[in-house]
């Protein structure tokens, strides 16, 4: 079935860095994109970013520009985010969402698939 | 950005009762197509969010009839005919019209 399966929760000390990863099957990995999400304890849903698998184009969130990085491996199906210098706000849930293949161009499939989810925690 | 603001943010709702959240867009969400891409979300405690409503109005394979979505423009609401036990969570707007995607503040769904 189509699903996106991420990596396990990780605890990182501040300043440190995390890479999250969300492996696609059951469709056709390039023919979409992957949008980030993320859900700090007891708050809302705060959209990070997407990549399209088709060509790598990325758009980031600008609070977030600098800091985090999303790439994809096309072999395994695999996006990737990246997230760097680590501070105690970024203590969250990260989900991967299928989103559209092209920037700027919507897609009656975006985010019906979601990943079930990576705890990141951030303390010293 | 476009805002998305969601009322009431708690919605406490009797067993079998209606239910009917707004949401509305700081600009119309009309895309050029001449569709219009607001998306609702459902987030059961402890899940990922699951989306419910597409497009407006289109429901998800899965999600029960009791479920609906309507509206246009910059205002939108989704409604569930009569609440069951299994709807407690936590419920999103978001658009999908304009880049950057933006969602609602959530509204949490509660029984009395």
């Known amino acids: 079935q189509v699903q996106l399966v991420q990596s396990g929760a990780e605890v990182k000390k501040p300043g440190a860095s995390v890479k999250v990863s969300c492996k696609a099957s059951?469709?056709?990995?390039?023919?979409?994109?992957i949008s980030w999400v993320r859900q700090a304890p007891g708050q809302g849903l705060e959209w990070m970013g997407w990549i399209s698998a088709y060509n790598g184009n990325t758009n980031y969130a600008q609070k977030l520009q600098g800091r985090v990085t999303m790439t994809t491996d096309t072999s395994t199906s695999t996006a990737y985010m990246e997230l760097r210098s680590l501070r105690s706000d970024d203590t969250a849930v990260y989900y991967c969402?299928?989103?559209?293949?092209?920037?700027?161009?919507?897609?009656?499939?975006?985010?019906?698939?979601w990943g079930q989810g990576t705890m990141v925690t951030v303390s010293s | 950005d476009v805002v998305m603001t969601q009322s009431p943010l708690s919605l406490p709702v009797t067993l079998g009762q209606p239910a009917s959240i707004s949401c509305r867009s700081s600009?119309?969400?009309?895309?050029?197509?001449?569709?219009?891409?607001l998306n609702w979300f459902q987030q059961r405690p402890g899940q990922s969010p699951r989306r419910l409503i597409y497009k407006v109005s289109n429901r998800d394979s899965g999600v029960p009839d009791r479920f609906s979505g309507s509206g246009s423009g910059t205002d939108f609401t989704l409604k569930i005919s009569r609440v069951e036990a299994e709807d407690v969570g936590v419920y999103y707007c978001m658009q999908g019209t304009h880049w950057l995607w933006t969602f609602g503040q959530g509204t949490k769904v509660e029984i009395k």
């Open positions: 059951g469709y056709t990995f390039t023919s979409y994109g």
């Open positions: 600009q119309s969400l009309v895309y050029s197509d001449g569709n219009t891409y």
């Open positions: 969402a299928r989103d559209t293949q092209q920037q700027l161009v919507p897609d009656d499939d975006a985010f019906d698939i």
